[in-house]
């Protein structure tokens, strides 16, 4: 019997057809370090195929599944000593739960104290994992893991050799997708720094000080070359000296902690508290100031010294002397810096400080043009007050990602909508002069550009009103928190509640059918169920091998599915059947069954029989993979995977709806 079963697993693993193939990217191993008389170290190396991602042990709820690992603890025999330990791998931004997650590439050990109480030869385990690529994702899998704890292990030499590996394989690994995401992120951030850094300039504190120091460099320079050259330097200086603050903050974090970090629930709450200190000081309730005794002692310096060195300490006077201005901003850039990790907040401060310096330099090689700024006055105390309804918008995205990761449902899509509408109808308000706040000049007449950017909030907050009933918002897709996390996933108001929204009637929805938000289309999860709905409206079948964790399939159903060819067929002409292969919830007690593909193992949850039959019937182990089949479960065209192209996915569903309407015919 085992050998039927090993060969027949044999033939699953290795034979792939048109309709799919059979993965195993990872390949585990074990090893033991004797600590002490009976301390040992259980080490569980993992080898990752290119291409591939092995999810860590800590992802946040709502993400994908977590590596887990699980020991076999004999009573009295040995103990766990605190957790098991991982590597530090890569944390990203995922676009599709808008949550930071880890994950390995290549390889990554894990390691497991425990501490033997009486004699023991093997300690058993098993661990569950996930991987995915960059368009499917394999269902969580279990594999046994044994430790020998009698073998003599030399295992400092066998760490250094695993580590050698993986810090040459992270030198040569070359993905062009991962890398095109990182330039991404990086110039994106450069690109915001950029802009933050111009809006820094219209302040109070240091819009007024261009034409003060172009003015002193051009007096005080021998000739118009020399102030040029001054002028340049001095916006070399404040370049320099911003990204030595970017870099002192990347070096005393580390550039991976900082990630680590932006991705925890308390330091998302203080970014929020910072954030909105900041906003609030930007409203005119205080300032924020380094002590003057600074400034003093940095302007003393400049004048001692003279010179390049004396020009340097004058950039470090402008930076302290404007710090109540652009301390705000740079804060928030370091803040939304530190979520991207690495060198981010070095390129934000490059971006911040070119933004600043370049005026400088241009004014000082053409004097001229300071006759064409605008004068000081109140205009630039409404750019604070913007940038701090700005700031207290953004503050509420780190407050919105605590309480996704905690569950909390505290600020739920409509809520947070809600607030982002009060937050730009005030700002609309202010900049129409009907609202003022401290440090205000009275307003006799509206400029045309402060009426203009007042129409624009305007328009924003109109756009931001049918959020609250469900609209997508596409332009603000990465701030609020996505559609499933709502009072209603149909947005507030709305009562598709009953079968009568898909099914043009008063009925009730079918036996084990729901309606998917936000597309309204009718669906099963279970096969059974949806079979049996199928053969009573004649509709072929779409079964959707899925999962609560894939990031492809939710592209599919937000990027794909809504397309209206596609979904007018998705609601009218298929019966849809979504099968979530990582579903955790345990199988009732009479559907529990030895495995067909590992005997001895029991189906223990409803992904797993899911999962199961996905990989008997179609020998394929991704998600999403689509299949369109008759009521004699037999498939009325090839199975296709993750297809992005409409146009593509909508062939494949009508060539299988004809295939279907024939056979009927017939």
Not at 16 to 42: A, C, H, M, R
Request: hydrophobic share 45%.
């Amino acid at each position: 019997m085992k050998f039927k079963a090993f060969f027949f697993l044999t033939i699953l693993m290795f034979v792939s057809n048109t309709w799919g193939q059979l993965y195993e990217p990872v390949e585990w191993s074990t090893s033991i370090n004797k600590i002490g008389d009976n301390d040992f170290e259980l080490i569980t190396n993992a080898t990752i195929e290119s291409g591939w991602h092995l999810y860590s042990q800590h992802v946040p709820e709502d993400g994908p599944i977590p590596t887990t690992f699980y020991f076999e603890e004999l009573e009295g025999r040995f103990e766990l000593v605190g957790e098991t330990q991982e590597e530090e791998g890569h944390t990203i931004l995922d676009p599709v739960f808008e949550m930071e997650i880890k994950y390995f590439e290549d390889a990554v050990q894990f390691k497991q104290r425990i501490k033997t109480l009486s004699t023991i030869n093997v300690v058993n385990a098993f661990v569950e994992f996930m991987v995915c690529d960059d368009e499917k994702c394999l269902p969580p899998t279990e594999v046994e893991l044994v430790f020998e704890l009698t073998d003599e292990v030399e295992h400092q030499n066998q760490e250094e050799k695993f580590a050698n590996e993986t810090e040459n394989s992270i030198k040569e690994e070359v993905i062009p997708n991962s890398d095109k995401t990182k330039n991404q992120g990086l110039f994106t951030i450069f690109f915001i720094a950029f802009l933050s850094g111009f809006a820094a300039l219209l302040t109070p504190c240091v819009f007024p000080m261009i034409p003060l120091t172009v003015s002193f460099f051009t007096k005080q320079s021998q000739n118009k070359a020399a102030g040029i050259r001054n002028a340049i330097f001095y916006g070399l200086s404040i370049i320099v000296i911003y990204v030595l603050l970017g870099t002192a903050v990347t070096a005393i974090f580390g550039a991976d902690s900082l990630n680590a970090l932006a991705t925890n629930i308390w330091f998302n709450l203080i970014f929020f508290l910072l954030l909105v200190i900041f906003a609030v000081s930007f409203l005119g309730a205080f300032e924020i100031n380094l002590p003057s005794s600074w400034a003093n002692k940095i302007d003393e310096q400049s004048f001692k010294r003279g010179g390049l060195v004396g020009i340097f300490f004058m950039a470090l006077a402008l930076a302290i002397v404007s710090f109540s201005c652009t301390g705000p901003i740079v804060g928030t850039l370091l803040v939304e810096a530190a979520s991207k990790g690495g060198i981010a907040p070095v390129v934000g401060m490059l971006g911040f400080s070119l933004a600043i310096a370049l005026p400088f330099a241009l004014f000082a090689a053409f004097p001229g043009w300071l006759n064409s700024l605008p004068k000081s006055g109140g205009w630039l105390n409404t750019v604070k007050v913007v940038l701090g309804f700005l700031e207290l918008a953004l503050a509420l995205k780190f407050l919105s990602q605590a309480d996704l990761v905690l569950q909390l449902q505290l600020l739920e899509r409509e809520v947070f909508i809600a607030i982002w509408i009060a937050i730009f109808g005030a700002l609309t308000l202010y900049l129409f002069g009907k609202i003022q706040l401290p440090h205000d000049s009275p307003i006799t007449h509206i400029s045309v550009g402060r009426l203009g950017l007042g129409l624009l909030t305007l328009s924003f907050t109109i756009y931001l009103i049918p959020g609250m009933w469900g609209a997508p918002l596409n332009l603000i897709s990465a701030f609020p928190p996505p559609l499933e996390y709502s009072e209603s996933p149909y947005g507030v108001g709305n009562s598709n509640g009953t079968g009568s929204a898909i099914l043009g009637t008063d009925l009730e929805l079918p036996n084990g059918g729901h309606l998917l938000a936000p597309h309204n289309i009718l669906t099963f999860n279970d096969y059974d169920k949806g079979l049996a709905y199928a053969k009573k409206v004649n509709k072929p079948v779409m079964i959707d091998f899925t999962g609560w964790a894939c990031v492809n399939c939710r592209k599919m159903e937000q990027n794909v599915w809504p397309k209206p060819k596609v979904l007018d067929i998705l609601k009218n002409k298929i019966v849809l059947v979504s099968l979530y292969v990582d579903d955790k919830r345990s199988l009732p007690a009479n559907e529990v069954t030895e495995s067909q593909l590992r005997p001895g193992k029991k189906l223990k949850y409803i992904g797993q029989k899911w999962s199961e039959l996905q990989t008997i019937r179609y020998k394929a182990n991704s998600q999403p993979f689509y299949v369109l089949m008759n009521h004699d479960e037999q498939n009325l065209i090839d199975p296709i995977a993750y297809t992005p192209d409409v146009d593509e996915y909508y062939d494949w569903l009508v060539q299988g709806i004809d295939n279907f309407n024939m056979n009927t015919a017939n």
